[in-house]
């Protein structure tokens, strides 16, 4: 595209994510119309790690948990979006954003792909306060989502009250201060119906 | 939403702030299949700034950086995005925008409310270095997708080189490392037919 090779790299790269735009989820937006898609996710998550930052634990690294929100979907490129509550979809999963993983950073210049890649990957590993911490915005956000929109994605598939629990539980662990109304929500949408009470 | 009182302002505020992916912009994907809304653009441009962050001048703090690209478009909730090239869109943009951010803002518990207004403020008024480098970014994006999406909105619009020069000058005075490839993609897309070429 351009003549410096580096900076060509570069753009090349930021030219393929743009695909992560349509990348949809199983997730609507809040009022329902539509589903999301990965880039526009990924941008709610970013901004809700600025609103919430006070409900983490001391000591998160906030410019690294950022810009692993901003990485952590670019593999659904290649991959898709496996629908968390679907065991089925998520057969193959590391393997084929592995493969992703190796394909899209590979177009950065060498050192920002390992720093892009080791950023993904630690997401992955659940290790770091980080990458718990991003993981547990990346359950409350759907949570929002699924609420606002009367059910979305629960409704659509029958999801249960133990299932749920079970998704959320990186909230309980990692962002401990937001528990309390997690459970809140999740109660409430039991009795609206959004959610299927099996407790 | 929830009993915390706090909590509950900022989840509010981040389901308030859901409705940006229903704005559009004129710019579409790379792709050229749909026009881009406010908060995939946004998510964009947060991870070009990572991966372009070299070619900045020195002293740019990122993390205020990639929070202004973040919430800079927030606004557009309830004043639309007008179109760079369209002067009749623009007038009245600055006094529906300030009705914007104080209604949107608001939602937030005070001192967020604040510290988010003023990064916005801070973007538009374009004096810190932080403010002057996420406009240049927010200029790059849709050059790139343009130019991806073989004219895109450039075409759409029948935009001509002197526009476009005008529009990415920012890119000249900013990210002046950027600007011979900037000049570059220009005259390709000159000469394929992408923009009106009026030199």
Same mark, same amino acid.
């Given at each position: 595209m351009v003549r410096d090779a580096r900076l060509g790299q570069q753009l090349t790269f930021l030219v393929e994510i743009d695909r992560l735009k349509s990348v949809l989820r199983q997730t609507t937006l809040c009022d329902g119309s539509r589903h999301e898609n990965s880039a526009e996710h990924s941008w709610h998550l970013a901004a809700m790690a600025g609103i919430l930052a006070e409900y983490a634990p001391p000591g998160v690294d906030w410019t690294r948990l950022i810009r692993m929100l901003l990485v952590h979907d670019i593999v659904e490129i290649d991959a898709g979006d496996a629908f968390a509550y679907d065991a089925t979809a998520n057969?193959?999963?590391? &393997? #084929? &954003? $592995? *493969? =992703? =993983? &190796? #394909?899209?950073?590979? /177009? /950065?210049? =060498? &050192? $920002? =792909?390992?720093? *892009?890649?080791? *950023?993904w990957e630690e997401f992955e590993a659940q290790t770091t306060i980080e990458a718990k911490v991003a993981a547990a915005f990346d359950r409350l956000q759907p949570l929002l989502n699924n609420y606002s929109a009367r059910g979305g994605s629960w409704r659509a598939h029958g999801v249960t009250r133990s299932q749920v629990l079970w998704r959320m539980d990186p909230i309980r662990e990692s962002l401990p201060a937001i528990w309390p109304a997690v459970l809140q929500i999740i109660s409430v949408s039991c009795e609206a119906g959004y959610i299927l009470d099996d407790a």
């Open positions: 057969v193959g999963r590391v &393997e #084929r &954003e $592995q *493969l =992703a =993983a &190796e #394909r899209i950073f590979s /177009l /950065l210049p =060498a &050192e $920002q =792909a390992t720093e *892009l890649r080791d *950023l």
